[in-house]
């Protein structure tokens, strides 16, 4: 499955530049579609994958040719709507048949008759609290971007020079994207309301961070604090560090927002400080599962040795200490591990071809 993750890759990028807001007080629903020329085993000509915010929420492959629930709740959608499960399945393959189509056109259109070729899609809307909605089109070609929609302008916005092509035609024909505008707005609304509705428990649910300060020397360099934060959902979150109680940004460094396998997320911020001034640091974290935000020191009667110090925390916190480094590790073990496993597939593949 490595070379299907690869390819899915596009489309999680998608998803994490697309998903905005804070907490719960907006959501996305996003399909991701994906075409390969030549089929392997674990790697079907089609795969489909819908997500509901940040959950996988149903997969369909024409190996398997049935709609699959992913998310636990997702199986209570099939189980009181056989029907609109059925209908949405049809149109699934509808849309794998008519799409495949147009995956020749482009292959014309590049002069790609042999080889190993993808083509992928991304249909998606948004709903926020107060009411506003938005939606985004975007094809891709061989991992990147192909064209999109303007949802302000209905523009259509070309990738590369072949890709004009195809603009061209669709702006002769304006109703198209007058008509997608239409859908998006109406029914790709109407499903997302739908869905959340189903799973409010799991996605409405908050998770609070489990916070670690660590810091080390490096021999005549300046020490590094390193702020670790994990366990926690939804996955919007402040971090920042404080020096005297006042917001420090010089040389903060993130690591990002990634997911755990348990549906939450980690993330770290560190900064390179004087050791002279290593009280004068707090990590503060917001969280909308945190009454209040949290403001984690260290223990200064320790002295360097380029080891975890013991942060000032709660006892629940100190308890999962132990836990938090375990699958801060295992984490970081499994990325390393699917990249070796997708850089190893993609070289045998570019050596076939």
């Known amino acids: 499955m490595g070379l299907l993750h690869c390819l899915l890759l596009w489309g999680a990028a998608a998803l994490l530049l697309l998903a905005g807001g804070s907490g719960s007080s907006s959501h996305s629903l996003q399909d991701f579609f994906t075409f390969v020329t030549?089929?392997?085993?674990g790697l079907p000509w089609f795969t489909f994958l819908k997500y509901v915010d940040d959950q996988p929420f149903v997969h369909y492959d024409s190996n398997v040719k049935k709609l699959l629930p992913v998310a636990p709740w997702a199986k209570?959608?099939?189980?009181?709507?056989?029907h609109f499960w059925e209908n949405w399945t049809q149109r699934i393959e509808f849309s794998a048949s008519f799409h495949n189509t147009?995956?020749?056109?482009?292959?014309?259109?590049?002069?790609?008759?042999?080889?190993?070729?993808?083509?992928?899609?991304?249909?998606?809307?948004?709903?926020s609290e107060d009411g506003q909605k938005g939606w985004n089109i975007l094809y891709g070609y061989d991992g990147r971007d192909y064209l999109s929609?303007?949802?302000?302008?209905?523009n259509w916005t070309a990738g590369d020079k072949t890709a004009e092509v195809?603009?061209?035609?669709?702006?002769?024909?304006?109703?198209?994207?007058?008509?997608?505008n239409a859908s998006m707005e109406q029914e790709c609304i109407r499903s997302?309301?739908?869905?959340v509705e189903y799973g409010k428990e799991s996605l409405h649910r908050t998770e609070p961070p489990v916070v670690k300060v660590a810091w080390k020397t490096g021999g005549d360099s300046p020490e590094t604090?390193?702020?670790?934060?994990h366990g926690f959902y939804p996955k919007e979150i402040d971090v920042i560090w404080k020096k005297d109680g006042v917001y420090h940004l010089p040389d903060a460094l993130s690591g990002g927002i990634l997911p755990n396998s348990d549906g939450t997320y980690y993330t770290w911020l560190s900064t390179e400080i004087e050791s002279k001034d290593r009280d004068r640091y707090q990590c503060q974290v917001e969280h909308s599962g945190l009454l209040e935000p949290l403001d984690i020191t260290w223990n200064d009667s320790e002295q360097p040795r380029n080891r975890i110090a013991t942060p000032i925390l709660t006892k629940r916190f100190k308890a999962l200490e132990a836990s938090f480094e375990k699958a801060i590790r295992k984490s970081e073990e499994r990325i390393l591990q699917r990249l070796e496993e997708m850089e190893q597939r993609i070289t045998r593949l570019i050596k076939c071809h």
Request: net charge negative; charged share 25%.
């Open 38 to 41: 030549e089929p392997s085993p």
């Open 76 to 82: 209570k959608v099939k189980q009181a709507e056989p």
């Open 166 to 180: 195809t603009k061209r035609q669709l702006e002769t024909t304006p109703f198209i994207a007058e008509n997608i």
């Open 225 to 229: 604090l390193v702020c670790r934060v």
């Open 102 to 127: 147009t995956f020749v056109d482009l292959r014309d259109l590049y002069n790609h008759s042999e080889g190993f070729h993808t083509m992928q899609m991304n249909f998606g809307c948004s709903l």
């Open 149 to 154: 929609l303007d949802r302000e302008t209905l």
């Open 192 to 195: 997302l309301q739908k869905f």
